[in-house]
């Protein structure tokens, strides 16, 4: 079945060790976000791909970058992690401008910095 | 800016009587609004939208949601609670321009009591 895959689902980093988490998808969809949750509150926006044009958010913290290399994944890097930015990380994928709106997210990844 | 609320943290509903979990929004622009559910450690599940069109909308495992532009309100509903309709249930908005970002409402706790 097509869908959002992250990987991993649990990642324990150490406090300043850098981390990435990967999201793939099979959807072939053009916009691609991460976002941020935290203790059952609302998703937050990190950033966005439209296709390859990518859309920081204005408090997105520079200790976390992004990458996608391809339509089909996105990388989300943060460079020194603090205990702070213990989270779920939610990838995304939509499709814009074909009548089809709706986000499709994967499964997330659960960040634990020690 | 765009906006979404949800008025209620926690609504708790015995189970087989009708539920409403409330959502205003606030966007310049025609809105596309979306409901999604979420269960511990998962990702979220798309339940409905609106795009256009009828302005109730039917969706997964029995939810509905009316849309009211004058209200500005697209409240979430089912005629039946389940036990197992209990979750986090998140409103969001979509404005389909080239910034095509979607923003989360805080969510909603569901308790459906037996």
């Known amino acids: 079945d097509a869908m959002v895959i992250q990987n991993p689902r649990y990642q324990v980093t150490q406090f300043g060790k850098p981390v990435t988490l990967s999201c793939s998808q099979t959807?072939?969809?053009?916009?691609m976000y991460w976002y941020q949750q935290k203790s059952s509150q609302a998703p937050k926006l990190l950033f966005h791909y439209y296709d390859k044009d990518f859309n920081n958010e204005a408090d997105t913290p520079d200790n976390f970058q992004s990458r996608r290399p391809n339509t089909s994944f996105c990388f989300l890097d943060i460079r020194s992690p603090g205990l702070g930015d213990a989270a779920m990380y939610l990838c995304?994928?939509?499709?814009?401008?074909?009548?089809?709106?709706?986000?499709?997210f994967g499964q997330g990844t659960r960040l634990t910095v020690v | 800016a765009q906006s979404v609320a949800q008025p209620e943290d926690q609504v708790n509903v015995a189970e087989g009587n009708p539920l409403t979990v409330k959502c205003t929004y606030s966007v310049s622009g025609n809105p596309y609004l979306f409901w999604y559910v979420q269960y511990p450690n998962r990702g979220l599940q798309f339940l409905l939208k609106?795009?256009?069109?009828?302005?109730l909308v039917k969706g997964s495992y029995g939810f509905e949601a009316e849309f009211n532009k004058s209200q500005t309100s697209f409240h979430l509903k089912k005629p039946s609670a389940l036990v197992s309709d209990s979750a986090l249930y998140f409103c969001?908005?979509?404005?389909?321009?080239?910034?095509?970002?979607?923003?989360f409402g805080k969510g909603t706790r569901l308790h459906i009591l037996p």
């Open positions: 959807l072939n969809h053009n916009v």
């Open positions: 995304a994928t939509s499709l814009e401008g074909r009548g089809t709106a709706e986000a499709f």
């Open positions: 969001a908005v979509r404005v389909m321009n080239r910034d095509d970002k979607i923003i």
């Open positions: 609106y795009i256009t069109g009828d302005n």
